[in-house]
Protein backbone atom coordinates (compact mmCIF):
# COMPACT_ATOMS: atom_id res chain seq x y z
CA UNK A 1 0.00 0.00 0.00
CA UNK A 2 1.08 3.69 -1.12
CA UNK A 3 2.27 5.57 1.97
CA UNK A 4 1.58 9.71 2.80
CA UNK A 5 3.64 12.54 3.10
CA UNK A 6 3.70 16.34 3.58
CA UNK A 7 5.15 18.32 0.43
CA UNK A 8 7.73 20.50 0.85
CA UNK A 9 9.47 23.23 -1.70
CA UNK A 10 13.12 23.83 -1.57
CA UNK A 11 15.01 26.57 -2.93
CA UNK A 12 16.56 25.25 -5.88
CA UNK A 13 16.84 25.75 -9.93
CA UNK A 14 17.78 22.17 -10.29
CA UNK A 15 14.99 20.40 -11.44
CA UNK A 16 14.93 17.52 -8.39
CA UNK A 17 12.60 15.60 -5.85
CA UNK A 18 13.79 13.99 -3.02
CA UNK A 19 11.64 11.45 -1.24
CA UNK A 20 12.00 9.62 2.17
CA UNK A 21 14.33 6.72 2.48
CA UNK A 22 11.75 4.39 4.12
CA UNK A 23 10.62 4.45 0.19
CA UNK A 24 14.07 2.54 -0.90
CA UNK A 25 16.54 3.16 -3.68
CA UNK A 26 15.13 3.46 -6.76
CA UNK A 27 15.96 4.24 -10.49
CA UNK A 28 13.20 6.92 -11.29
CA UNK A 29 13.55 8.70 -14.56
CA UNK A 30 10.16 10.43 -14.73
CA UNK A 31 8.05 11.78 -11.95
CA UNK A 32 4.54 12.71 -12.44
CA UNK A 33 2.06 14.87 -11.15
CA UNK A 34 -1.76 13.82 -12.33
CA UNK A 35 -1.77 13.36 -15.67
CA UNK A 36 1.28 15.54 -16.30
CA UNK A 37 5.06 13.68 -16.57
CA UNK A 38 8.06 15.40 -16.26
CA UNK A 39 11.84 13.80 -17.01
CA UNK A 40 13.99 14.88 -13.79
CA UNK A 41 16.10 13.56 -11.08
CA UNK A 42 14.39 11.81 -8.07
CA UNK A 43 16.26 10.56 -5.14
CA UNK A 44 15.98 9.29 -1.36
CA UNK A 45 16.19 12.18 0.95
CA UNK A 46 19.75 12.39 2.42
CA UNK A 47 18.56 12.83 6.17
CA UNK A 48 15.69 11.03 7.53
CA UNK A 49 13.38 13.40 6.81
CA UNK A 50 10.18 12.00 6.00
CA UNK A 51 8.74 14.56 3.66
CA UNK A 52 8.17 14.68 -0.30
CA UNK A 53 11.03 17.60 -0.95
CA UNK A 54 10.47 19.24 -4.42
CA UNK A 55 12.50 21.44 -5.97
CA UNK A 56 10.88 25.28 -6.89
CA UNK A 57 11.76 24.29 -10.50
CA UNK A 58 10.12 21.19 -10.81
CA UNK A 59 7.08 22.35 -8.50
CA UNK A 60 6.55 25.03 -11.22
CA UNK A 61 7.22 22.26 -14.39
CA UNK A 62 4.46 19.74 -12.11
CA UNK A 63 1.84 22.74 -11.59
CA UNK A 64 1.92 21.64 -7.94
CA UNK A 65 0.17 24.68 -6.06
CA UNK A 66 0.96 27.16 -3.27
CA UNK A 67 -1.53 25.57 -0.78
CA UNK A 68 -0.43 23.16 2.01
CA UNK A 69 -0.23 19.67 0.45
CA UNK A 70 0.24 16.00 1.83
CA UNK A 71 0.03 13.15 -0.55
CA UNK A 72 0.75 9.65 -1.75
CA UNK A 73 3.79 8.44 -3.57
CA UNK A 74 3.22 5.57 -5.71
CA UNK A 75 5.92 4.13 -8.34
CA UNK A 76 5.20 1.92 -11.78
CA UNK A 77 8.56 0.67 -13.61
CA UNK A 78 11.29 3.85 -13.36
CA UNK A 79 7.94 6.38 -12.64
CA UNK A 80 7.29 8.42 -9.59
CA UNK A 81 4.16 9.14 -9.29
CA UNK A 82 2.72 11.88 -6.47
CA UNK A 83 -1.13 12.07 -5.87
CA UNK A 84 -3.84 11.70 -5.55
CA UNK A 85 -5.62 14.96 -8.01
CA UNK A 86 -9.00 14.01 -7.89
CA UNK A 87 -11.30 16.04 -9.95
CA UNK A 88 -14.34 16.87 -9.00
CA UNK A 89 -16.57 17.41 -12.10
CA UNK A 90 -20.15 19.38 -12.25
CA UNK A 91 -21.78 21.79 -14.12
CA UNK A 92 -23.54 25.52 -12.73
CA UNK A 93 -20.97 27.38 -12.54
CA UNK A 94 -21.19 31.29 -11.82
CA UNK A 95 -19.58 34.28 -11.93
CA UNK A 96 -19.55 35.18 -7.95
CA UNK A 97 -16.48 34.73 -6.39
CA UNK A 98 -17.76 33.87 -2.99
CA UNK A 99 -19.99 30.97 -4.67
CA UNK A 100 -18.64 29.63 -7.94
CA UNK A 101 -20.77 26.72 -7.74
CA UNK A 102 -23.88 28.78 -6.96
CA UNK A 103 -25.99 27.16 -4.11
CA UNK A 104 -23.76 24.18 -3.49
CA UNK A 105 -20.76 26.04 -3.14
CA UNK A 106 -21.09 25.70 0.72
CA UNK A 107 -21.93 21.47 0.06
CA UNK A 108 -18.44 21.33 -2.35
CA UNK A 109 -16.37 23.66 0.63
CA UNK A 110 -17.66 20.63 3.35
CA UNK A 111 -16.99 17.95 0.89
CA UNK A 112 -13.08 19.04 0.07
CA UNK A 113 -12.38 20.79 3.51
CA UNK A 114 -10.21 17.72 5.32
CA UNK A 115 -8.06 17.33 1.91
CA UNK A 116 -4.72 17.94 3.65
CA UNK A 117 -5.66 14.80 6.37
CA UNK A 118 -6.75 12.40 3.31
CA UNK A 119 -3.73 12.98 1.21
CA UNK A 120 -5.75 13.92 -1.68
CA UNK A 121 -5.74 17.41 -4.17
CA UNK A 122 -9.37 18.09 -4.54
CA UNK A 123 -9.85 20.25 -7.23
CA UNK A 124 -13.94 20.86 -8.71
CA UNK A 125 -13.97 21.69 -12.38
CA UNK A 126 -16.42 21.67 -15.77
CA UNK A 127 -15.70 21.08 -19.24
CA UNK A 128 -14.82 24.92 -19.98
CA UNK A 129 -11.50 24.80 -17.26
CA UNK A 130 -10.00 22.13 -19.36
CA UNK A 131 -6.70 23.12 -21.51
CA UNK A 132 -6.14 20.23 -23.61
CA UNK A 133 -3.11 22.19 -25.51
CA UNK A 134 -1.85 22.65 -21.81
CA UNK A 135 -2.77 19.33 -20.26
CA UNK A 136 -4.39 21.69 -17.40
CA UNK A 137 -7.43 22.72 -15.68
CA UNK A 138 -8.10 25.92 -13.85
CA UNK A 139 -10.34 24.89 -11.46
CA UNK A 140 -11.68 25.64 -8.25
CA UNK A 141 -10.17 25.02 -4.55
CA UNK A 142 -11.33 25.76 -1.04
CA UNK A 143 -9.02 26.93 1.52
CA UNK A 144 -8.84 28.81 4.67
CA UNK A 145 -12.54 30.26 4.26
CA UNK A 146 -12.44 31.06 0.23
CA UNK A 147 -12.47 29.95 -2.97
CA UNK A 148 -9.60 30.32 -5.55
CA UNK A 149 -8.75 28.91 -8.77
CA UNK A 150 -6.17 26.79 -8.81
CA UNK A 151 -3.95 25.34 -12.20
CA UNK A 152 -3.25 21.72 -12.02
CA UNK A 153 -2.89 19.10 -14.03
CA UNK A 154 -5.69 16.99 -15.53
CA UNK A 155 -6.65 14.57 -12.61
CA UNK A 156 -5.74 11.07 -12.05
CA UNK A 157 -9.54 10.26 -11.06
CA UNK A 158 -12.69 12.02 -11.32
CA UNK A 159 -15.52 12.56 -9.40
CA UNK A 160 -18.78 12.93 -10.95
CA UNK A 161 -20.97 15.50 -9.08
CA UNK A 162 -23.00 17.00 -12.47
CA UNK A 163 -26.39 18.14 -11.13
CA UNK A 164 -28.73 16.62 -13.00
CA UNK A 165 -29.70 13.84 -15.87
CA UNK A 166 -30.28 16.54 -18.33
CA UNK A 167 -26.36 17.77 -17.82
CA UNK A 168 -25.18 14.32 -17.89
CA UNK A 169 -26.89 13.71 -21.42
CA UNK A 170 -25.52 16.89 -23.44
CA UNK A 171 -23.49 15.39 -25.96
CA UNK A 172 -20.36 17.18 -25.24
CA UNK A 173 -20.22 15.77 -21.63
CA UNK A 174 -20.62 12.08 -23.06
CA UNK A 175 -17.48 13.07 -25.86
CA UNK A 176 -15.28 14.63 -23.00
CA UNK A 177 -15.92 11.73 -20.90
CA UNK A 178 -14.92 8.95 -23.76
CA UNK A 179 -11.62 11.57 -24.49
CA UNK A 180 -10.43 11.17 -20.73
CA UNK A 181 -11.33 7.26 -20.68
CA UNK A 182 -9.71 6.80 -24.00
CA UNK A 183 -6.85 9.16 -24.18
CA UNK A 184 -5.65 9.59 -20.52
CA UNK A 185 -7.17 6.41 -18.84
CA UNK A 186 -8.94 8.34 -15.97
CA UNK A 187 -11.18 6.57 -14.05
CA UNK A 188 -14.81 8.00 -13.74
CA UNK A 189 -16.53 6.99 -10.30
CA UNK A 190 -20.37 7.57 -9.40
CA UNK A 191 -21.04 8.20 -13.50
CA UNK A 192 -24.75 8.94 -13.93
CA UNK A 193 -27.77 8.97 -12.42
CA UNK A 194 -29.53 5.45 -11.37
CA UNK A 195 -32.86 4.40 -13.02
CA UNK A 196 -35.46 2.55 -10.85
CA UNK A 197 -36.52 0.32 -13.08
CA UNK A 198 -32.91 -0.90 -14.51
CA UNK A 199 -31.91 -1.09 -10.67
CA UNK A 200 -34.66 -3.39 -10.18
CA UNK A 201 -33.71 -5.12 -13.30
CA UNK A 202 -30.12 -5.64 -12.20
CA UNK A 203 -30.86 -6.76 -8.80
CA UNK A 204 -33.29 -9.08 -8.89
CA UNK A 205 -31.43 -11.29 -10.85
CA UNK A 206 -29.17 -11.70 -8.08
CA UNK A 207 -30.21 -14.00 -5.65
CA UNK A 208 -29.30 -12.91 -2.23
CA UNK A 209 -30.53 -9.22 -3.37
CA UNK A 210 -33.64 -10.24 -5.01
CA UNK A 211 -35.04 -11.07 -1.34
CA UNK A 212 -35.00 -7.83 -0.21
CA UNK A 213 -37.00 -6.03 -3.48
CA UNK A 214 -40.45 -5.42 -3.89
CA UNK A 215 -42.10 -6.33 -6.72
CA UNK A 216 -41.48 -3.29 -9.68
CA UNK A 217 -42.78 -3.43 -13.07
CA UNK A 218 -42.94 -0.72 -15.84
CA UNK A 219 -46.44 1.43 -15.80
CA UNK A 220 -46.86 0.38 -19.25
CA UNK A 221 -51.11 0.61 -19.33
CA UNK A 222 -54.36 0.56 -17.02
CA UNK A 223 -53.80 -3.16 -17.20
CA UNK A 224 -50.59 -2.85 -15.34
CA UNK A 225 -51.50 -1.01 -12.50
CA UNK A 226 -54.83 -2.97 -12.14
CA UNK A 227 -52.53 -6.49 -11.91
CA UNK A 228 -50.33 -5.11 -9.12
CA UNK A 229 -53.47 -3.74 -7.23
CA UNK A 230 -55.21 -7.01 -7.66
CA UNK A 231 -51.94 -8.97 -6.09
CA UNK A 232 -50.83 -6.02 -3.29
CA UNK A 233 -53.96 -3.78 -2.94
CA UNK A 234 -51.18 -1.22 -2.05
CA UNK A 235 -48.67 0.17 -4.59
CA UNK A 236 -46.82 3.17 -5.01
CA UNK A 237 -46.52 4.87 -8.43
CA UNK A 238 -43.07 6.55 -9.25
CA UNK A 239 -41.15 8.89 -12.21
CA UNK A 240 -38.31 6.13 -13.46
CA UNK A 241 -36.04 9.07 -12.91
CA UNK A 242 -37.50 11.22 -10.39
CA UNK A 243 -35.60 11.85 -6.72
CA UNK A 244 -36.70 13.66 -3.24
CA UNK A 245 -39.90 11.90 -3.50
CA UNK A 246 -41.31 14.30 -5.96
CA UNK A 247 -44.40 12.66 -8.05
CA UNK A 248 -44.87 9.70 -6.12
CA UNK A 249 -48.35 8.55 -5.76
CA UNK A 250 -49.56 6.08 -2.85
CA UNK A 251 -52.85 4.10 -3.78
CA UNK A 252 -54.66 1.77 -2.22
CA UNK A 253 -57.29 -0.57 -3.04
CA UNK A 254 -60.53 -0.60 -0.92
CA UNK A 255 -62.47 -3.46 0.04
CA UNK A 256 -65.43 -2.33 -2.72
CA UNK A 257 -62.99 -1.72 -5.09
CA UNK A 258 -62.38 2.42 -4.78
CA UNK A 259 -58.94 4.09 -4.39
CA UNK A 260 -57.27 6.04 -2.31
CA UNK A 261 -54.27 7.96 -4.03
CA UNK A 262 -52.28 10.18 -1.90
CA UNK A 263 -49.87 12.51 -3.71
CA UNK A 264 -48.43 16.43 -3.20
CA UNK A 265 -49.54 18.96 -5.29
CA UNK A 266 -47.66 20.96 -7.05
CA UNK A 267 -48.05 24.04 -4.42
CA UNK A 268 -46.71 21.07 -1.77
CA UNK A 269 -49.86 20.25 -0.19
CA UNK A 270 -50.48 16.63 0.51
CA UNK A 271 -53.15 15.63 -0.71
CA UNK A 272 -55.88 11.98 -0.62
CA UNK A 273 -58.31 11.34 -3.11
CA UNK A 274 -60.97 9.10 -3.25
CA UNK A 275 -61.15 7.87 -6.95
CA UNK A 276 -64.00 5.77 -8.44
CA UNK A 277 -61.48 3.53 -10.94
CA UNK A 278 -58.30 2.98 -12.30
CA UNK A 279 -59.06 4.61 -15.67
CA UNK A 280 -60.03 7.30 -13.25
CA UNK A 281 -56.67 7.38 -11.96
CA UNK A 282 -54.90 7.80 -14.79
CA UNK A 283 -57.26 10.38 -16.16
CA UNK A 284 -57.04 12.43 -13.15
CA UNK A 285 -53.42 12.17 -12.13
CA UNK A 286 -51.58 11.89 -14.95
CA UNK A 287 -51.11 13.91 -18.40
CA UNK A 288 -51.60 11.84 -21.64
CA UNK A 289 -49.21 9.54 -21.68
CA UNK A 290 -47.40 10.45 -18.74
CA UNK A 291 -47.55 7.05 -16.87
CA UNK A 292 -45.58 5.39 -19.38
CA UNK A 293 -42.10 7.36 -17.23
CA UNK A 294 -43.40 5.42 -14.54
CA UNK A 295 -42.91 2.35 -12.52
CA UNK A 296 -45.87 0.65 -10.15
CA UNK A 297 -43.70 -0.96 -7.10
CA UNK A 298 -45.86 -3.00 -4.78
CA UNK A 299 -46.47 -1.31 -1.27
CA UNK A 300 -45.23 -2.47 2.06
CA UNK A 301 -47.03 -2.13 5.59
CA UNK A 302 -43.89 -0.21 7.56
CA UNK A 303 -42.79 0.21 10.62
CA UNK A 304 -44.99 3.12 12.74
CA UNK A 305 -43.00 6.01 14.83
CA UNK A 306 -45.74 7.57 16.88
CA UNK A 307 -48.16 6.25 14.18
CA UNK A 308 -46.20 7.51 11.01
CA UNK A 309 -45.13 4.84 9.07
CA UNK A 310 -41.06 5.31 8.64
CA UNK A 311 -38.18 3.96 6.92
CA UNK A 312 -34.42 4.31 6.99
CA UNK A 313 -31.74 6.27 4.47
CA UNK A 314 -28.42 4.46 5.01
CA UNK A 315 -25.59 5.59 2.82
CA UNK A 316 -22.48 3.19 2.09
CA UNK A 317 -19.20 4.04 0.40
CA UNK A 318 -15.79 2.70 -0.05
CA UNK A 319 -12.57 4.04 1.02
CA UNK A 320 -8.71 3.48 1.21
CA UNK A 321 -9.36 -0.78 1.09
CA UNK A 322 -11.61 -0.30 -1.64
CA UNK A 323 -14.25 -2.21 0.11
CA UNK A 324 -17.65 -1.15 1.08
CA UNK A 325 -19.21 -0.12 4.53
CA UNK A 326 -22.09 1.28 5.56
CA UNK A 327 -21.18 5.57 6.87
CA UNK A 328 -24.39 6.62 8.03
CA UNK A 329 -27.92 5.77 8.77
CA UNK A 330 -30.99 7.94 9.55
CA UNK A 331 -34.82 7.13 9.92
CA UNK A 332 -36.86 9.65 8.21
CA UNK A 333 -40.29 9.61 9.35
CA UNK A 334 -43.47 10.68 7.32
CA UNK A 335 -45.26 13.68 7.57
CA UNK A 336 -49.03 13.72 8.07
CA UNK A 337 -51.10 12.52 4.97
CA UNK A 338 -47.80 12.23 3.43
CA UNK A 339 -47.03 9.25 0.44
CA UNK A 340 -43.48 9.71 1.23
CA UNK A 341 -40.69 10.26 4.15
CA UNK A 342 -38.88 13.04 2.50
CA UNK A 343 -38.34 16.06 4.51
CA UNK A 344 -39.69 17.81 1.13
CA UNK A 345 -42.98 16.36 2.01
CA UNK A 346 -43.16 17.19 5.33
CA UNK A 347 -40.96 14.30 7.00
CA UNK A 348 -38.66 14.41 9.58
CA UNK A 349 -35.25 12.45 10.81
CA UNK A 350 -34.54 10.56 13.95
CA UNK A 351 -31.52 8.48 15.03
CA UNK A 352 -31.39 4.59 15.33
CA UNK A 353 -31.16 5.21 19.19
CA UNK A 354 -34.50 7.70 19.27
CA UNK A 355 -36.70 4.81 17.00
CA UNK A 356 -35.25 1.40 19.19
CA UNK A 357 -33.85 2.90 22.65
CA UNK A 358 -33.63 -0.80 24.13
CA UNK A 359 -30.03 -1.47 22.77
CA UNK A 360 -30.50 -5.17 22.47
CA UNK A 361 -33.24 -4.48 19.87
CA UNK A 362 -31.36 -1.40 18.41
CA UNK A 363 -28.44 -3.71 17.92
CA UNK A 364 -30.24 -6.32 16.15
CA UNK A 365 -31.98 -4.46 13.54
CA UNK A 366 -28.68 -2.71 12.67
CA UNK A 367 -27.06 -5.49 12.21
CA UNK A 368 -29.76 -7.31 9.49
CA UNK A 369 -29.91 -3.66 7.69
CA UNK A 370 -25.95 -3.43 7.61
CA UNK A 371 -26.14 -7.02 6.29
CA UNK A 372 -28.86 -5.78 3.55
CA UNK A 373 -26.77 -2.91 2.27
CA UNK A 374 -23.87 -4.20 2.16
CA UNK A 375 -24.75 -7.08 -0.26
CA UNK A 376 -27.00 -4.51 -2.42
CA UNK A 377 -23.79 -2.59 -2.90
CA UNK A 378 -22.12 -5.49 -3.64
CA UNK A 379 -24.17 -6.94 -6.20
CA UNK A 380 -25.30 -4.20 -7.41
CA UNK A 381 -21.75 -2.73 -8.09
CA UNK A 382 -20.94 -6.13 -10.14
CA UNK A 383 -23.82 -5.37 -12.39
CA UNK A 384 -22.88 -1.64 -12.99
CA UNK A 385 -21.22 0.01 -15.91
CA UNK A 386 -19.05 2.04 -14.43
CA UNK A 387 -16.99 2.84 -10.95
CA UNK A 388 -18.98 2.92 -7.60
CA UNK A 389 -17.80 4.19 -4.56
CA UNK A 390 -20.78 5.42 -3.10
CA UNK A 391 -24.68 4.52 -2.62
CA UNK A 392 -27.46 5.87 -0.72
CA UNK A 393 -30.22 3.20 -0.20
CA UNK A 394 -33.96 4.02 0.82
CA UNK A 395 -34.45 0.82 3.07
CA UNK A 396 -37.66 -0.20 4.54
CA UNK A 397 -38.48 -2.83 7.81
CA UNK A 398 -42.49 -4.06 7.49
CA UNK A 399 -44.14 -5.21 10.62
CA UNK A 400 -42.14 -8.09 11.01
CA UNK A 401 -39.40 -7.11 10.37
CA UNK A 402 -38.12 -8.00 6.87
CA UNK A 403 -36.17 -5.70 5.38
CA UNK A 404 -36.96 -3.84 1.64
CA UNK A 405 -35.02 -2.11 -0.76
CA UNK A 406 -37.34 1.13 -2.61
CA UNK A 407 -34.57 2.81 -4.14
CA UNK A 408 -30.61 3.11 -4.36
CA UNK A 409 -28.54 6.55 -5.43
CA UNK A 410 -25.76 7.38 -6.85
CA UNK A 411 -25.64 11.12 -6.08
CA UNK A 412 -27.12 10.58 -2.67
CA UNK A 413 -28.80 14.06 -1.19
CA UNK A 414 -27.67 14.91 2.60
CA UNK A 415 -31.34 15.57 3.85
CA UNK A 416 -30.48 13.07 6.96
CA UNK A 417 -27.27 15.41 7.92
CA UNK A 418 -29.81 17.73 9.52
CA UNK A 419 -29.92 16.10 12.42
CA UNK A 420 -27.55 17.16 15.01
CA UNK A 421 -26.53 13.60 15.68
CA UNK A 422 -25.94 11.98 12.46
CA UNK A 423 -24.01 15.13 11.26
CA UNK A 424 -20.90 14.01 12.13
CA UNK A 425 -21.21 11.13 10.02
CA UNK A 426 -21.33 13.20 6.85
CA UNK A 427 -17.53 14.10 7.28
CA UNK A 428 -17.04 10.13 7.58
CA UNK A 429 -18.75 10.09 4.12
CA UNK A 430 -16.81 12.62 2.84
CA UNK A 431 -13.32 11.24 3.81
CA UNK A 432 -13.98 7.87 2.31
CA UNK A 433 -15.63 9.70 -1.17
CA UNK A 434 -12.09 10.97 -0.82
CA UNK A 435 -9.65 8.76 0.03
CA UNK A 436 -11.60 6.04 -2.44
CA UNK A 437 -9.67 8.09 -4.83
CA UNK A 438 -6.15 6.98 -3.70
CA UNK A 439 -6.94 3.53 -3.85
CA UNK A 440 -8.74 3.95 -7.23
CA UNK A 441 -5.13 5.92 -7.99
CA UNK A 442 -2.75 3.04 -7.11
CA UNK A 443 -4.91 0.59 -9.13
CA UNK A 444 -4.88 2.41 -12.66
CA UNK A 445 -1.17 3.20 -12.19
CA UNK A 446 -0.62 -0.75 -11.00
CA UNK A 447 -2.93 -2.49 -13.92
CA UNK A 448 -3.21 0.69 -16.45
CA UNK A 449 -4.26 -2.28 -18.95
CA UNK A 450 -7.22 -3.28 -17.07
CA UNK A 451 -9.12 0.08 -16.81
CA UNK A 452 -8.64 0.91 -20.52
CA UNK A 453 -10.39 -2.48 -21.22
CA UNK A 454 -12.53 -1.70 -18.64
CA UNK A 455 -13.07 1.74 -19.77
CA UNK A 456 -12.79 1.96 -23.34
CA UNK A 457 -12.97 -1.79 -24.92
CA UNK A 458 -15.95 -2.94 -23.15
Known amino acids: MAKCYPIEIIDS ?30 KPQPSNKHKISVSKTLKDQLHIPNIPLKLYLFERDQTLFIGPIIGIFTAGFTTYPQSPIGNRSYS ?50 IYDRLPNRKVENLQMIQELKSKLAEEYIIPWYNPGFFNKLDIYKKLVKRRESAQYLPKTIPFHNINSLKQMLEEFGYVYVKPINGSLGKGVLQIRQTNDNKYYCRYRDEEGNNRLMKIASIPGIIQ ?88 AVIRLSKDLEKQFDGVLAEIGFDIGMDEKGNIWMFEANSKPGRAIFSHPKIRRYERYTHRLVLSYAVHLTEQVIRTPEKFFHDLVLQ
Open 13 to 42: TESILYYPKEFGQKDFREVAFGSLCIDTIA
Open 108 to 157: FSKLISGYERIGVLPVIFGIQHIDWKKGLIDGFFFHEGEWRRLEVPIPNV
Open 284 to 371: RLFSKGEHEKYIIQQGISLMEVNHHFADFRIHTNKGLDGEWKVTAIGCKVAGDGSPTTHLYSGGSVLTLEEIFPVKEIRTEKLKHLVA
